[in-house]
C-alpha cells in the first residue's frame, strides 16, 4: 500500500476528476499524505492557458528539489498537458513514470502498484476511447452537500482559439442510466445540491456514440429530459449545471427554468465576445443578436436568473469597435460575474494561423477594461440585495467572518457566496437556512438566519 498526493489544475472537471482518483486510491487501500511525504504524486493539468508545459516542468522540478532526501517513488502527469505533450515528460525525470490522459485516467489507480513494483516500468495510456468510459465507484465516503456529476466527455465545437476538442477528444454522452445512478448514489451519500459537468452540457445526447445506443434502443434523453429526471429525484434539492453552449441553448432548455422548482437560477452561458465580427471568426455559431434574444427569453422565464460568463478579449483582428461591443452586451447582459482572459495561441487550434494577432499590451489593457466593468456591475447587483432574504445551503464555517460571532458560508441559489452569522458556534453543514443580507462585500454577501422580525419588514 502506498501514500500519494494529488495536486489539481483546470476546470471543475479536472477537480472532479481528481476526486474520484482520491477515492478510488483510498478504495484500494492507500493513504493520502502530505506533498513532501507522499510515495505518489499525481498532477491533473490544464492546458487552455498560456505556458501549461512551464506550469508542469516547474511542479515538477520543485518537489524534486525540495524532496532530495526522500523523492517520491512515482509522479504522475495525468489530464490536458499529459495529452497534449505525452511521452515528453518521461525526459523530465527517472521518477516520472506515468501519463495518462482524461480517457485514461479510469486505469490509472489499477496500475500503481505494479508502477510500484517495477521501478523501471513506465506507462502512457494517450488514447481516445470510443464511448463514455465508466469508471469504478471507488469509497462511499459521505459527500458534503455540493457534489458533481459527469455527464460527458470532450467537445465537438472546435472554436478557433480551443485546445479542449484536442485534448479531451470528441464528446461522448454519459448513458442515462449511470448518470441516474451516480446521482442517486451522491444524494444517498449527502449530496443535496448537484452539479452536472461537462464542456457542452447542452448538447448532450448530440453524439455519435448516443446515437448509436439510441439505434440500440437505449434509453437516451435530451438534455432538458435529463434535467427533468433528475431535478425529481427525492433528496435532491438543488440543480445546476456548466457548461452549456449558447448556440445548442434551445426552447425546453430555456422553459426548464420556469418550470423545475429544484434547477437553480443560475447560469454560466460562455459570451467569449460580444461582436458578431468576433464571433464568426471564433467559430461560435451564434451572432450578438442571438447572445442577446437568449438572454431576453432567460430572463423571461426566470426574471432573476443570475448569469455568468466567459470573455476572451484580445483575439486576433479585435478592434475598439469589438470591444465596446462586448462591454455593450456585458451591460445590457447584467452579468453577475465574468472569467475574462486574454487571447492565447493554444498548440493545434485553428486561430494559430490568424495573421492579426493583438499585442500583449494592448491585450492586458483590454482585459483591465472588461474587468473593471464586471466588478461594477457585480457591486451593484449585490449591493440590490442588501435587505432583502435568501436560501443558503451551508457547506463550511465561514473564512471571511471580520466581526465577533460565529459564521458559516454557502451559496444562494444564484450561486452567489454568503456568509450567514449565528448566534452561537455549532454544526450547520448540510442545512438549508432562510438568511437576511445586510451588508453585500465585492464578491460576496453578509446575512444573518432570518428571523420574524426580517420576515416583518418585507
Ligand atoms: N466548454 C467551455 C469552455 C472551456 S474552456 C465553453 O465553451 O464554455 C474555459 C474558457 O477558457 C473558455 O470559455 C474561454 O473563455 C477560455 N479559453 C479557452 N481557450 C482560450 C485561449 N486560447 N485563450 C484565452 N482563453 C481561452
Ligand atoms: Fe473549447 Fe469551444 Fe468546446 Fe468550449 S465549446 S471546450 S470553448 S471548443
Ligand atoms: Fe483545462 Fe482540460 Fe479543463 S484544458 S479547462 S483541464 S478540459
Not at 367 to 393: A, F, H, P, W, Y
Not at 443 to 449: E, I, K, P, Q, V
Request: glycine fraction near 6%; charge should be neutral; include cysteine.
Amino acid at each position: 500500500m502506498a501514500t500519494f498526493q494529488i495536486l489539481t489544475f483546470g476546470c471543475q472537471m479536472n477537480v472532479n476528476d481528481s476526486d474520484w482518483l482520491a477515492n478510488v486510491l483510498l478504495a484500494h487501500g492507500h493513504h493520502r499524505t502530505d506533498q513532501n511525504a507522499a510515495q505518489c504524486i499525481f498532477l491533473n493539468t490544464c492546458s487552455v492557458r498560456e505556458k501549461p508545459e512551464q506550469k508542469v516542468r516547474s511542479t515538477v522540478q520543485q518537489i524534486l528539489n525540495t524532496r532530495k532526501q526522500n523523492p517520491p517513488e512515482l509522479i504522475a502527469v495525468l489530464g490536458c498537458v499529459a495529452q497534449q505533450l505525452g511521452e515528453d515528460f518521461f525526459a523530465l525525470s527517472p521518477r516520472l513514470r506515468l501519463v495518462a490522459g482524461p480517457d485514461g485516467l479510469p486505469k490509472v489507480p489499477g496500475l500503481v502498484d505494479e508502477l510500484l513494483a517495477e521501478p523501471q516500468l513506465k506507462i502512457s495510456l494517450l488514447d481516445f476511447t470510443k464511448s463514455y468510459e465508466e469508471r469504478e465507484e471507488g469509497l462511499a465516503l459521505p459527500t458534503g452537500p455540493t457534489a458533481y456529476v459527469n455527464i460527458m466527455q470532450g467537445c465537438d465545437n472546435f472554436c478557433t482559439y480551443c485546445i479542449v476538442p484536442f485534448t479531451r477528444g470528441r464528446q461522448k454522452s454519459r448513458s442515462f442510466s449511470a448518470i441516474m445512478a451516480e446521482c442517486r448514489r451522491k444524494i444517498a451519500l449527502g449530496a443535496c445540491e448537484i452539479t452536472l459537468l461537462g464542456q457542452n452540457v447542452n448538447a448532450y445526447g448530440c453524439d455519435r456514440h448516443a446515437q448509436q445506443a439510441r439505434a440500440r434502443g437505449e434509453d437516451f434523453p435530451s438534455f432538458a429530459q435529463l434535467l427533468r429526471e433528475i431535478a425529481a429525484l427525492p433528496g435532491l434539492k438543488r440543480l445546476r449545471y456548466t457548461s452549456p453552449h449558447p448556440k445548442d441553448m434551445r426552447e425546453e432548455d430555456i422553459a426548464a427554468f420556469g418550470c423545475l422548482p429544484a434547477l437553480c437560477p443560475q447560469l454560466h452561458l460562455p459570451l467569449q465576445s460580444g461582436s458578431s465580427r468576433v464571433l464568426a471568426r471564433m467559430g461560435r455559431g451564434y451572432d450578438r443578436e442571438r447572445y442577446a434574444e437568449l438572454v431576453r427569453g432567460l430572463r423571461h422565464v426566470r426574471s432573476d436568473l443570475a448569469l455568468s460568463t466567459d470573455i476572451i478579449v484580445g483575439f486576433p483582428g479585435e478592434n475598439d469597435a469589438d470591444l465596446e461591443a462586448t462591454l455593450s452586451l456585458m451591460e445590457e447582459s447584467q452579468f453577475l460575474s465574468s472569467f475574462s482572459f486574454c487571447y492565447s495561441d493554444r498548440p493545434g487550434a485553428r486561430a494559430v494561423t490568424f495573421l492579426d494577432k493583438i499585442p500583449k499590451d494592448l491585450q492586458h489593457a483590454r482585459l483591465i477594461r472588461v474587468q473593471n466593468l464586471q466588478d461594477e456591475l457585480q457591486k451593484q447587483l449585490l449591493q440590490q440585495r442588501v435587505g432583502t432574504s435568501t436560501e443558503v445551503l451551508l457547506e463550511t464555517p465561514s473564512r471571511r467572518w471580520t466581526r465577533a460571532g460565529y459564521a458559516w458560508q454557502g451559496r444562494d441559489p444564484y450561486g452567489t457566496l454568503v456568509h450567514v452569522a449565528f448566534e452561537q458556534e455549532g454544526e450547520h453543514q448540510g442545512e438549508l437556512v432562510a438568511a437576511h443580507i445586510t451588508e453585500a462585500g465585492s464578491h460576496c454577501l453578509f446575512a444573518h438566519r432570518e428571523t420574524a422580525n426580517d420576515r416583518n419588514d418585507r
